[in-house]
């Protein structure tokens, strides 16, 4: 079998999936990691500090457009095993759920249509916004007298979360997407590692286990910031 047929297979589909949601979890620590500097009680300047690093930096360009892959592999493919799901089952019928089953499991394509609905939202809001200040607008530079990019200017991304962030419908719609964001994780994570082969049964109650408290963990760790900064409790 040459690799276009096996990647096209439904094997090769799932390995894809695998890969693909195991590299969008690792970005997603990374992703949480870096917006947490909002947390730091200095108006917003350690936070537009490395948002501004890790927009110039050429390594963090590359990554960007292999992230952009891995979205769009992830979807692609998550589309194409939803469909033809439901091409061999085409009518509902009734069954026995089994015990260690969750609903999510068989929800995992209405999960990520709107993860993809809300990413699209979030990306013209804040990438958008950043990368073509001069064609969409935005809060525009900051500069600072002290520490990294002295008297230089920097996106004022802390500036544009306030400002999205000062929306209730925003922060709802942010809230729906991260719970099933959430979900998506709850089966994702450990799908994906059992699709790789940790099958034993001394692998996954550990792998069950992280999977439920990452899938708990970073969506919240996300939440923890629309809401902050809705009410207030973080602001410039």
């Known amino acids: 079998m040459r690799w276009g047929q096996y990647f096209t297979s439904a094997i090769g589909k799932k390995l894809v999936m695998a890969f693909t949601g195991i590299f969008l979890i690792i970005f997603l620590i990374v992703h949480a990691s870096a917006n947490a500097c909002i ?5 917003g300047a350690t936070f537009n500090k490395v948002a501004h690093f890790l927009g110039t930096n050429w390594i963090m360009h590359l990554l960007e457009v292999g992230l952009f892959v891995g979205f769009i592999l992830h979807i692609v493919q998550g589309i194409t095993i939803t469909i033809q799901n439901k091409k061999k089952r085409p009518v509902k019928y009734s069954m026995v759920r089994r015990p260690d089953t969750h609903w999510y499991s068989s929800a995992m394509g209405l ?3 709107i993860i993809l609905i809300f990413l699209i939202i979030h990306l013209s809001q804040f990438w958008v ?3 073509f200040a001069g064609v ?4 525009g530079d900051i500069t600072y007298d002290n520490g990294m990019y002295v008297n230089k200017p920097v996106d004022n991304l ?5 400002l999205v962030f000062s929306h209730a419908w925003v922060v709802i719609v942010y809230l729906i997407a991260l719970l099933a ?3 998506h994780l709850a089966h994702g994570f450990q799908s994906a590692f059992r699709t790789l082969g940790m099958t034993s049964s ?3 109650p550990v792998i069950r286990g992280i999977g439920y408290a990452y899938s708990i963990i970073i969506p919240l760790a996300f ?3 629309p809401v902050l900064m809705y009410f207030g409790v973080v602001h410039s």
């Open 136 to 139: 969409f607008g935005g809060v």
């Open 111 to 113: 999960l990520g249509i």
């Open 158 to 162: 802390f500036g544009q979360m306030e």
């Open 39 to 43: 947390f730091v009680p200095d108006h």
């Open 223 to 225: 939440a923890c910031m």
């Open 202 to 204: 001394r692998y996954i």
């Open 181 to 183: 964001l959430g979900f």
């Open 129 to 131: 916004h950043t990368r």
